[in-house]
T-cell receptor, first 113, second 113 residues
Framework: AQSVSQHNHHVILSEAASLELGCNYSYGGTVNLFWYVQYPGQHLQLLLKYFSGDPLVKGIKGFEAEFIKSKFSFNLRKPSVQWSDTAEYFCAVMDTGRRALTFGSGTRLQVQP | DGGITQSPKYLFRKEGQNVTLSCEQNLNHDAMYWYRQDPGQGLRLIYYSQIVNDFQKGDIAEGYSVSREKKESFPLTVTSAQKNPTAFYLC????????????FGDGTRLSIL
């Protein structure tokens, strides 16, 4: 069975700091990877996705993620965070058979002004 | 605007009672999903349906049931057999073709009285 690990459960940063959230997956086949964000009181939104090709993926709101196959990782990055980035971030891998997502436990990001 | 509507937003259940959570989408998506979100555990797949009149158990289907009689609707029933039903329930949909990302509703928070 596939699994996703997010090692940072709660991250606190000051505005303008750089962000990197870790995500590791265990899945032997072709992977399709996603980062979702859940702002307070809002529904889950897609930040970015990786299916194939360039391992550096750019998403919305200045976020990017790098797929490193040898490390089974798909870390999320942003050079300079803003207070509005305060949210919970979920990494997910798609089960190609069920076409359903397996999620990590999430990372709560708190950006202090 | 197209989207996924979950109702109600908050739901309370008495011990021994079945309750049904509604999920409707107007995105013309073939596939629909139910996830359960618990603090610190991310989202876990309950049931999914790739097409009308067909659905499959996910990772934590015990104590739940679903139906998919219409393309736009995928209601979830939390039965009295579910011993720990207090959670946040999220419905999602996707085109069902390829590895397209899922769109999520705003969720229903279920609590036991």
């Amino acid at each position: 069975a596939q699994s996703v690990s997010q090692h940072n459960h709660h991250v606190i940063l000051s505005e303008a700091a750089s962000l990197e959230l870790g995500c590791n997956y265990s899945y032997g086949g072709t992977v399709n990877l996603f980062w979702y964000v859940q702002y307070p009181g809002q529904h889950l939104q897609l930040l970015l996705k990786y299916f194939s090709g360039d391992p550096l993926v750019k998403g919305i709101k200045g976020f990017e993620a790098e797929f490193i196959k040898s490390k089974f990782s798909f870390n999320l990055r942003k050079p300079s965070v803003q207070w509005s980035d305060t949210a919970e971030y979920f990494c997910a891998v798609m089960d190609t058979g069920r076409r359903a997502l397996t999620f990590g436990s999430g990372t709560r990001l708190q950006v202090q002004p | 605007d197209g989207g996924i509507t979950q109702s109600p937003k908050y739901l309370f259940r008495k011990e021994g009672q079945n309750v049904t959570l509604s999920c409707e989408q107007n995105l013309n998506h073939d596939a629909m999903y139910w996830y359960r979100q618990d603090p610190g555990q991310g989202l876990r797949l309950i049931y999914y349906s790739q097409i009308v009149n067909d659905f499959q158990k996910g990772d934590i289907a015990e104590g739940y049931s679903v139906s998919r009689e219409k393309k736009e609707s995928f209601p979830l029933t939390v039965t009295s057999a579910q011993k720990n039903p207090t959670a946040f329930y999220l419905c999602a949909s996707s085109t069902g073709t390829g590895m397209q990302p899922q769109h999520f509703g705003d969720g229903t928070r279920l609590s036991i009285l």
